[in-house]
């Protein structure tokens, strides 16, 4: 089972689980203002170890259309497959919310369809 880290707190978790809601679990108040549905971007994260290549082209799109594409990648997104270490960017508490958005659904949204950063972001 894949182990994810945020911050100081680790911990193992199926793999496949998406993985805004493994750092949620964590303790983390990740935002998801869209409920995981790849539209808003408060979900984004930065990655220390185990970024996959694996990429949706919805995240593609909207990385891409925000600016973001190459600094961050959108945690309802992903999947755990291999451990990861992640920083969240846009929390509960960094930017005052009352919650963090409707909770995502336990599979990824909308239906992926999947391609790799290289072949999405060109690089």
Same mark, same amino acid.
């Given at each position: 089972?894949?182990?994810?880290?945020?911050?100081?707190?680790?911990?193992?978790?199926?793999?496949?689980?998406?993985?805004?809601?493994?750092?949620?679990?964590?303790?983390?108040?990740?935002?998801?203002?869209?409920?995981?549905?790849?539209?808003?971007? %408060?979900?984004?994260?930065?990655? $220390? /170890?185990? #970024? +996959? !290549?694996?990429?949706?082209?919805?995240?593609? =799109?909207? @990385?891409?259309?925000?600016?973001?594409?190459?600094?961050?990648?959108?945690?309802?997104?992903?999947?755990?497959?291999?451990?990861?270490?992640?920083?969240?960017?846009?929390?509960?508490?960094?930017?005052?919310?009352?919650? %963090?958005?409707?909770?995502?659904? $336990? /599979?990824? #949204? +909308? !239906?992926?369809?999947?391609?790799?950063?290289? =072949?999405? @972001?060109?690089?």
């Amino acid at each position: 089972m894949p182990t994810l880290t945020v911050g100081d707190a680790s911990k193992e978790f199926p793999e496949g689980t998406r993985l805004v809601l493994a750092i949620e679990a964590l303790g983390s108040h990740v935002g998801h203002r869209c409920g995981g549905k790849a539209r808003c971007t %408060t979900c984004r994260v930065t990655f $220390d /170890e185990g #970024e +996959p !290549e694996a990429m949706t082209e919805a995240e593609a =799109a909207k @990385l891409e259309e925000k600016g973001l594409a190459g600094d961050t990648r959108l945690s309802c997104q992903i999947v755990l497959d291999r451990d990861m270490t992640v920083t969240p960017v846009m929390t509960l508490e960094s930017e005052g919310w009352s919650d %963090t958005g409707p909770t995502p659904a $336990d /599979e990824v #949204e +909308p !239906e992926p369809a999947w391609t790799t950063r290289e =072949a999405a @972001l060109g690089g």
